[in-house]
C-alpha cells in the first residue's frame, strides 16, 4: 500500500529496460505510473501513457500541462536519457545540445511543472537517473557532462525543496544489462566481457536492481534522504582496484 500524499508517480522513459521496469516495481508497490515518451510501451504496460518528444520544449509543456490537469503528480521519476557517444575529437555542438536537451532541461522544465502541487500539499519526491559516467567515462563528454549537470540540479532541488517537505535524489546506474546495453555490447563479446571485468561483483546490474533503489528513495521510509547520489553499479564506480 502506497503511503505519502498520493499514489500519481511520473516516469519519463518508461517503455523499456529500466523505466519499464521502475514503472512495473512502482505499479505493483500500488502506484499510479504516468509515463511520458516517444515510443508507445508494451500492451500490457501497468500505467497511463502521454506521448511526448522530451527533446522538444513545447511539446514538454503540452504533455506537462495535460498531466497536470488531469493526475496529482507528488512523485516523478526522470529517466530519459540519451548518451549519443562521440570522442572528443569528433563531438559535435548539436549531438551535445540534443544530449543535455533530453537529461538536463527536460528534467528541469518537469520539476519547475511539478513543484508547484508538491509544495500545495508540503509532500513531493523528486529521483533522477544518474550514471556511473559522471566518474567519468570515454567517448562520453555530452553524456557524461549531461549526468553531472543532472546531479547538480539534484542537490539544488535538495536544498532549495527541503523545507516544503520535497525530497530530491539521484540513482547512478553502473552497466545494466539492458537490450540498449547489448546492441553495442553482444551477450559473450569482448566488449561485454571488459565491462563485467569492470564490476567488483562480477555481473552486469540488471533494471531490477535500479528500479528497487528509486521505490525506496520515492517511499516514506526514505524521507530523511535527500540531496544523495546512490550508486546502484556493484562497486564498480569505487577506486583501489
Known amino acids: 500500500m502506497v503511503e505519502g500524499d498520493s ?9 523499456g529496460g529500466i523505466g519499464l521496469a521502475i514503472t512495473h516495481r512502482l505499479s505493483s508497490a500500488g502506484y499510479r505510473v504516468v509515463a511520458v ?3 508507445e510501451p508494451e500492451p500490457e504496460f501497468p500505467g497511463d501513457f502521454v506521448r511526448c518528444d522530451l527533446a522538444d520544449p513545447a511539446d514538454t509543456a ?20 540519451i548518451a549519443e557517444p562521440q570522442s572528443i575529437d569528433d563531438l559535435d ?21 511539478l513543484v508547484p ?5 508540503r509532500f513531493g519526491r523528486i529521483v533522477n537517473i ?27 532541488w535538495a536544498l532549495e525543496l527541503a523545507a516544503d517537505g520535497i525530497t530530491s535524489n539521484a540513482v547512478a546506474p553502473g552497466p545494466i544489462g539492458t537490450e540498449l546495453f547489448h546492441r553495442s555490447r ?7 566481457r571488459r565491462a ?8 552486469l546490474g540488471t533494471p531490477d536492481d535500479v528500479a528497487a533503489a528509486v521505490a525506496f528513495l520515492l517511499s516514506d521510509e526514505a524521507a530523511f534522504i535527500t540531496g544523495h547520489v546512490l550508486d546502484v553499479d556493484g562497486g564498480s564506480s569505487l577506486g583501489g582496484r
Open 7 to 15: 499514489s500519481d508517480v511520473l516516469v519519463t522513459g518508461a517503455a
Open 37 to 39: 515518451g516517444r515510443s
Open 62 to 81: 503540452r504533455a506537462l500541462d495535460a498531466i497536470t490537469t488531469r493526475y496529482a503528480v507528488r512523485r516523478v521519476v526522470h529517466n530519459a536519457g
Open 93 to 113: 555542438l548539436a549531438t551535445a545540445r540534443l544530449v543535455w536537451d533530453v537529461n538536463v532541461r527536460a528534467a528541469i522544465q518537469i520539476v519547475q511543472s
Open 117 to 121: 502541487g508538491m509544495r500545495a500539499r
Open 130 to 156: 544518474a550514471s556511473r559516467a559522471i566518474y567519468g567515462a570515454r567517448d562520453r563528454t555530452a553524456y557524461a557532462s549531461a549526468k553531472s549537470a543532472l546531479v547538480g540540479c539534484t542537490r539544488a
Open 186 to 192: 553482444p551477450p559473450g563479446s569482448e566488449a561485454e
Open 196 to 203: 563485467i571485468a569492470s564490476i567488483p561483483v562480477g555481473r
